[in-house]
């Protein structure tokens, strides 16, 4: 059974930094690996999707990458702007189970 | 154009009663989900469906019922609400991407329900 992981649970740090969410999964045999935000009191919007043949992908300041084999996702965000502060998921897909995620990092920018 | 909506977007009800929460997708989706988000804030899916084939989280009592009268749209029933039921519940689609995956998932904006 997937499990997904993610680290930190939460990250403070002052607008302008570079960061990088970290997501780990123990069963390789992914279909794809989504990121998702969440704002408060709303619901998911998906960020980047990465195949599972694919090794990254870039949306503007954001660069997710994949390693199916060591079973990690990192998402990357690049000058880091009060406006990201938000929960960021990582979700994989695998098979019956649908996508099956992570607990969330609670990101906060610091004006 | 809300690309998935769901209502109500708050529902306040006691426990033992029935409830039902609609969603509604215009994006040509083929298949469609419920999922649960707790207290913790932690996601589980619930349901997927398409005009195939409903798959059903073994976790999830039978007082919950999905009914899709249509592609669009898939309705999430619950019976004898209990408190431990309190939760949003969102519904989300995608289109199949082939060989058993997936595309990009969409999600509404999420339905609170408090179980008093």
């Known amino acids: 059974k997937q499990e997904v992981t993610q680290i930190p649970a939460a990250l403070s740090v002052p607008e302008g930094e570079n960061l990088v969410l970290n997501c780990s999964f123990t069963d390789s045999a992914i279909y794809n690996l989504q990121w998702f935000r969440q704002d408060p009191g709303k619901g998911l919007t998906s960020l980047l999707l990465?195949?599972?043949?694919?090794r990254e992908q870039t949306s503007g300041r954001l660069n997710a990458s994949l390693d199916k084999s060591s079973g990690r996702s990192t998402l990357y965000i690049a000058a880091s702007q009060p406006g990201d502060s938000a929960t960021y998921l990582c979700?994989?897909?695998?098979?019956?189970?649908?996508?099956?995620f992570g607990k969330g990092t609670h990101l906060i920018i610091q004006p | 154009d809300t690309a998935v909506s769901q209502t109500p977007k708050y529902l306040v009800t006691q426990m033992g009663n029935d409830k039902s929460i609609k969603c509604e997708q215009n994006?040509?989706?083929?298949?469609m989900y419920w999922y649960k988000q707790d207290s913790k804030k932690f996601l589980k899916i619930m349901f997927s469906y398409n005009n195939k084939e409903l798959i059903i989280n073994e976790t999830v009592p039978n007082r919950f019922s999905p009914k899709s009268p249509d592609k669009a749209h898939l309705n999430l029933h619950i019976n004898s609400l209990e408190l431990g039921d309190s939760a949003v519940y969102f519904c989300?689609?995608?289109?199949?991407?082939?060989?058993?995956?997936?595309?990009?998932?969409?999600f509404g904006e999420g339905s609170r329900l408090t179980v008093l």
């Open positions: 979700a994989a897909q695998g098979g019956a189970d649908g996508l099956t």
């Open positions: 990465i195949q599972s043949s694919q």
């Open positions: 994006l040509g989706h083929d298949t």
């Open positions: 989300a689609s995608s289109q199949d991407a082939g060989g058993g995956a997936s595309g990009e998932l969409f």
